[in-house]
């Protein structure tokens, strides 16, 4: 075929080398680069990338697989730990605490989801949280990890996990195996960006050395700015910081000598929320905080006298917008990571989003005739994905009942919106979550969240009635005991890391 009437993608320019950068580039070049696609990737030293996120969740095992990633020599690699979920401390009152796991309460079967018992039982006697139902949130607690089962009817196939990883040893990684799968790395600073005169779709990237690289296809992964997508093709950014006011972090790592837990924290402060996170040569912590209720430097000493180790870097301050792009594929370019938006870590759902945006271009890889459609296509389903998370992280803010300070007092009488709203209703009124067939965040979160945040049902199941009260309180706490011991059995997280996957 000639190649100038070719309609397929033949060389693809990836702009950024951060988490988002190297994802796509280690994805594409054992996915799309043995068909014959000339993969590239442009990241400049001197801008550096954003340096955080650390926290996944469990959809990242899938990535790895698919990319033929043998887990003990990643973990090693990235210094990673186990997640089982994460701990919110202090959201609907001071002093509050609960996990949301990454599993499900109570023990495989049941004709009505769990919580309508746990519901209906608390009514007549003292049978403890339902966190004391899920085995992954007591192993939890307790600093206890081992894999899942794959039998269905085993307690232990009731938990999924993910990671606590150093985001810059994972690009690391990632690079490694990129460029061993083909794709050309440049370092430079792209200073120009040029456009067909007809169709505006990008042509070529102008490097501050003089360099042009021309593509088929770019990847925009440049982090906040959006260079491609925002700054040269004006995607618009729908601004979300009306529900979700927070607009600042302030990192910093430290150094641990206690065990490594097998959750994430996250704890409500007075303007925001702090993260903690446990990897297996330091902490992660952050403060992420809105710049209306308290400054950067008071934000910085409030991180500071939180650390539970010393500082290991200076405090890194980093300035974001609540919301995303309203088209993240434009023309002929395709937004991954913060160019495509961001919404606050609060639940770790930005490498979710960086990996899905992967997925969703390589299912609808476009040839030069497809690429409107494919456009739309991938829009849907990303504004999908942004929506239903935005929601989640907002039921978070809304479901508090602090008076303690203004922050609280903004979010906990703010307008919801209506796809949230509904939501809730539905749950106080009578337990049951509205629920998604797939995607982020299926039932046990919502419940994990609603329960652990004080939103509790008027009624249950009415089918939990067919369990008379004595029987069904006597057979909870007979399963609450069954998942103590069953989590007793486990290993701490360091026996098990020590023994498979530790960095040497
Ligand atoms: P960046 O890391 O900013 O990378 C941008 C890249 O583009 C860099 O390589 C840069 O050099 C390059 N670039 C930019 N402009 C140019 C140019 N002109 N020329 C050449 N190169 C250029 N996510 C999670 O999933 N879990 C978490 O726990 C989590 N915690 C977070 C905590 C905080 C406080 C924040 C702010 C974010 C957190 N995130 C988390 C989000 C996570 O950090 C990002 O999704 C992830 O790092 C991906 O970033 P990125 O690659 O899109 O952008």
């Given at each position: 075929?000639?190649?100038?009437?070719?309609?397929?993608?033949?060389?693809?320019?990836?702009?950024?080398?951060?988490?988002?950068?190297?994802?796509?580039?280690?994805?594409?070049?054992?996915?799309?680069?043995?068909?014959?696609?000339?993969?590239?990737?442009?990241?400049?030293?001197?801008?550096?990338?954003?340096?955080?996120?650390?926290?996944?969740?469990?959809?990242?095992?899938?990535?790895?697989?698919?990319?033929?990633?043998?887990?003990?020599?990643?973990?090693?690699?990235?210094?990673?730990?186990?997640?089982?979920?994460?701990?919110?401390?202090d959201w609907a009152r001071l002093g509050d605490?609960?996990?949301?796991?990454?599993?499900?309460?109570?023990?495989?079967?049941?004709?009505?989801?769990?919580?309508?018992?746990?519901?209906?039982?608390?009514?007549?006697?003292?049978?403890?949280?339902?966190?004391?139902?899920?085995?992954?949130?007591?192993?939890?607690?307790?600093?206890?990890?081992?894999?899942?089962?794959?039998?269905?009817?085993?307690?232990?196939?009731?938990?999924?996990?993910?990671?606590?990883?150093?985001?810059?040893?994972?690009?690391?990684?990632?690079?490694?195996?990129?460029?061993?799968?083909?794709?050309?790395?440049?370092?430079?600073?792209?200073?120009?960006?040029?456009?067909?005169?007809?169709?505006?779709?990008?042509?070529?990237?102008?490097?501050?050395?003089?360099?042009?690289?021309?593509?088929?296809?770019?990847?925009?992964?440049?982090?906040?700015?959006?260079?491609?997508?925002?700054?040269?093709?004006?995607?618009?950014?729908?601004?979300?910081?009306?529900?979700?006011?927070?607009?600042?972090?302030?990192?910093?790592?430290?150094?641990?000598?206690?065990?490594?837990?097998?959750?994430?924290?996250?704890?409500a402060l007075e303007?925001?929320?702090?993260?903690?996170?446990?990897?297996?040569?330091?902490?992660?912590?952050?403060?992420?905080?809105?710049?209306?209720?308290?400054?950067?430097?008071?934000?910085?000493?409030?991180?500071?006298?939180?650390?539970?180790?010393?500082?290991?870097?200076?405090?890194?301050?980093?300035?974001?917008?609540?919301?995303?792009?309203?088209?993240?594929?434009?023309?002929?370019?395709?937004?991954?990571?913060?160019?495509?938006?961001?919404?606050?870590?609060?639940?770790?759902?930005?490498?979710?989003?960086?990996?899905?945006?992967?997925?969703?271009?390589?299912?609808?890889?476009?040839?030069?005739?497809?690429?409107?459609?494919?456009?739309?296509?991938?829009?849907?389903?990303?504004?999908?994905?942004?929506?239903?998370?935005?929601?989640?992280?907002?039921?978070?803010y809304?479901a508090t009942e602090r008076t303690d300070s203004p922050l609280w007092n903004h979010v906990r009488?703010?307008?919801?919106?209506?796809?949230?709203?509904?939501?809730?209703?539905?749950?106080?009124?009578?337990?049951?979550?509205?629920?998604?067939?797939?995607?982020?965040?299926?039932?046990?979160?919502?419940?994990?969240?609603?329960?652990?945040q004080?939103?509790?049902?008027?009624?249950?199941?009415?089918?939990?009635?067919?369990?008379?009260?004595?029987?069904?309180?006597?057979?909870?706490?007979?399963?609450?005991?069954?998942?103590?011991?069953?989590?007793?059995?486990?290993?701490?997280?360091?026996?098990?890391?020590?023994?498979?996957?530790?960095?040497?």
């Amino acid at each position: 075929m000639d190649p100038t009437q070719d309609p397929r993608i033949r060389t693809v320019v990836i702009v950024g080398g951060g988490t988002a950068g190297w994802m796509t580039a280690a994805a594409l070049a054992r996915l799309v680069a043995p068909g014959g696609v000339k993969v590239t990737l442009v990241e400049s030293a001197e801008i550096g990338t954003v340096g955080v996120g650390e926290s996944t969740l469990p959809h990242i095992r899938a990535f790895n697989e698919r990319l033929g990633i043998d887990e003990a020599e990643f973990m090693k690699a990235t210094r990673a730990t186990f997640k089982l979920g994460i701990q919110f401390n202090d959201w609907a009152r001071l002093g509050d605490s609960y996990i949301h796991p990454f599993g499900d309460y109570g023990a495989p079967g049941g004709e009505v989801p769990f919580h309508h018992y746990w519901l209906k039982g608390s009514r007549t006697a003292d049978i403890g949280p339902i966190d004391d139902y899920s085995l992954p949130v007591v192993a939890a607690r307790e600093g206890r990890y081992a894999p899942p089962s794959d039998d269905a009817r085993s307690l232990m196939s009731t938990y999924g996990y993910a990671y606590q990883l150093d985001a810059s040893l994972y690009a690391r990684f990632l690079r490694t195996r990129a460029e061993a799968g083909g794709v050309t790395r440049i370092e430079g600073r792209i200073v120009d960006v040029t456009q067909d005169g007809t169709s505006g779709d990008i042509r070529s990237v102008t490097l501050d050395r003089g360099d042009v690289i021309e593509a088929d296809l770019f990847i925009d992964c440049s982090g906040f700015r959006g260079l491609l997508v925002e700054q040269t093709l004006k995607s618009g950014y729908q601004d979300w910081s009306h529900w979700l006011p927070c607009d600042r972090a302030v990192a910093m790592p430290c150094a641990s000598d206690q065990p490594t837990v097998p959750y994430t924290r996250a704890t409500a402060l007075e303007a925001g929320w702090q993260f903690r996170i446990p990897l297996q040569h330091r902490v992660g912590n952050g403060y992420v905080y809105c710049s209306s209720f308290v400054d950067q430097d008071a934000a910085t000493d409030r991180l500071i006298g939180r650390l539970e180790g010393e500082p290991l870097k200076e405090p890194n301050h980093i300035r974001f917008q609540a919301g995303r792009r309203t088209r993240n594929w434009v023309g002929n370019c395709v937004s991954v990571g913060l160019s495509g938006g961001f919404i606050e870590p609060l639940e770790s759902t930005s490498i979710y989003l960086i990996q899905i945006a992967i997925t969703k271009l390589i299912e609808l890889w476009p040839d030069r005739r497809s690429a409107a459609t494919d456009a739309e296509e991938f829009n849907r389903q990303m504004d999908l994905e942004f929506e239903r998370i935005r929601d989640f992280i907002i039921l978070h803010y809304a479901a508090t009942e602090r008076t303690d300070s203004p922050l609280w007092n903004h979010v906990r009488t703010m307008t919801l919106p209506d796809s949230l709203a509904g939501k809730i209703e539905l749950f106080r009124e009578r337990g049951v979550v509205q629920e998604y067939r797939e995607g982020l965040f299926l039932h046990p979160s919502w419940i994990a969240v609603y329960l652990g945040q004080r939103v509790v049902p008027r009624r249950y199941h009415p089918l939990a009635d067919h369990r008379a009260d004595k029987d069904l309180v006597a057979a909870l706490l007979r399963l609450r005991g069954t998942i103590a011991q069953a989590a007793g059995r486990l290993p701490t997280q360091d026996a098990y890391i020590a023994r498979h996957c530790a960095y040497d």
